[in-house]
């Protein structure tokens, strides 16, 4: 496996090389100023990686381009694991879906994709990494045939060689230890547009909120004076960023024991993590169904407190503006937190969570639950639900 993988990246950086040497005059040029994107009519983004809770931190970028040019056409390249965090964001005119797998498995849809992203000419080409030096962005970015194609090196300058061969404009490598929400926001604001604002954003379906309400109120009855609607949510798609489920269970104990309702919450594969906190807990907890990530958003959304681990749910939760507990272990959190003025975070001593004690988490939660069950908050943050197309 690890044989192969090298020898698909060395391919990767050969053909990247031919590519660079047979565009000639399309690389990278010295001292030429990058594209204004106030002047521009159309802008492809491109972030196809998988990870949620990297796209939702991009989504300060897509805000910034929108306000940045508000009459162009702008589009993104996503893949299908991270399509969900941009699925009806107001900002983007199209996302285009980026299957690598059913791509290479279909001569037909390869057409199709690459078909539709040459149509609109786009006039200036994104790419965003933040973290590596994605050899398949930058290829799209070419084959999408876009005038001015505008992208970096990964940090420590990877890829560097082939930045310069693909891209008309190369920005500065990414700077170790920059918040990602600024390191995504530093691709454009050379372009002309405002990296000011780092907050996250999701747009939901009235479908998406409703569900995501009716199932709390189902779960924990609906909101009251004196009493905040807490979700726990023990999970995390990496082992190292999952505080103990037991412990969680202290927690909701701890809040129910204040006159707080808290309801649990898992994504799949992870009910056995629900388990382990109603066994730690001091009675049985609710629990919120199986639903997609959209529609838990749309429960978090209507929630006055969530306490989760270092996940794509987090950042989810975020940008539902509702006070949000965020638990770090071996990710930095001055990197890798949403920068949300609701998001309080408990960093592990030693980035081991299971350093971090229950004493700290419990503390902070009661603090955070009581504060927001003296002043509920009114409905949904503006820009959080959209309207159904006609």
């Known amino acids: 496996m690890m044989v192969r993988k090298h020898m698909e990246r060395r391919g990767k950086r050969l053909l990247s090389h031919a590519l660079g040497r047979v565009l000639g005059e399309g690389t990278a040029t010295a001292g030429e100023s990058p594209p204004d994107l106030r002047c521009a009519a159309s802008v492809l983004l491109i972030r196809q990686h998988n990870q949620l809770g990297d796209m939702l931190l991009s989504t300060p970028v897509f805000r910034a381009v929108r306000a940045c040019a508000p009459n162009a056409r702008i589009d993104l390249v996503a893949g299908p694991e991270n ?13 285009l879906l980026f299957d690598k797998a059913a791509l290479r498995s279909s001569p037909r849809r390869a057409l199709a994709f690459l078909t539709r992203l040459r149509s609109p000419a786009y006039e200036v080409a994104i790419v965003m990494n933040t973290v590596a030096f994605s050899v398949t962005a930058a290829w799209i970015a070419v084959l999408s045939g876009a005038r001015q194609r505008v992208g970096r090196a990964g940090p420590r300058g990877l890829g560097a060689d082939m930045a310069s061969g693909l891209f008309h404009h190369v920005l500065p490598a990414p700077t170790p230890g920059r918040h990602q929400s600024d390191v995504n926001l530093d691709l454009v604001t050379p372009l002309g547009a405002d990296g000011g604002d780092r907050r996250c954003e999701i747009f939901l379906t009235e479908q998406e909120a409703g569900k995501g309400r009716l199932s709390l109120d189902a779960a924990i009855g609906p909101g009251r004076a004196g009493s905040a609607r807490v979700v726990l949510h023990p999970g ?11 412990r969680f269970g202290e927690v909701a104990s701890a809040l129910v024991r204040d006159g707080h309702r808290v309801v649990l919450a898992a994504g799949p594969g992870e009910e056995h993590l629900l388990h382990e906190a109603e066994a730690a807990a001091e009675g049985a907890l609710p629990r919120l169904p199986s639903m997609g990530i959209r529609e838990l958003a749309g429960s978090m959304a209507e929630a006055d407190l969530i306490v989760a681990n270092d996940t794509g749910v987090l950042h989810f939760a975020a940008a539902t503006r509702t006070s949000t507990l ?6 930095d959190a001055a990197e890798w937190c949403p920068a949300d003025v609701g998001v309080e975070v408990l960093a592990a001593p030693g980035a081991d969570l299971d350093s971090l004690p229950v004493e700290a988490v419990r503390a902070a939660a009661r603090r955070m639950a009581t504060a927001a069950a003296s002043s509920r908050p009114g409905p949904a943050a503006e820009g959080i639900v959209r309207e159904e197309p006609a």
């Open 83 to 95: 399509l969900e965090a941009v699925r009806g964001n107001a900002h983007l005119d199209e996302v």
């Open 326 to 331: 965020a638990l770090f272990g071996p990710t």
């Open 236 to 246: 995390a798609g990496k082992i190292p960023n999952r505080w103990s489920a037991a």
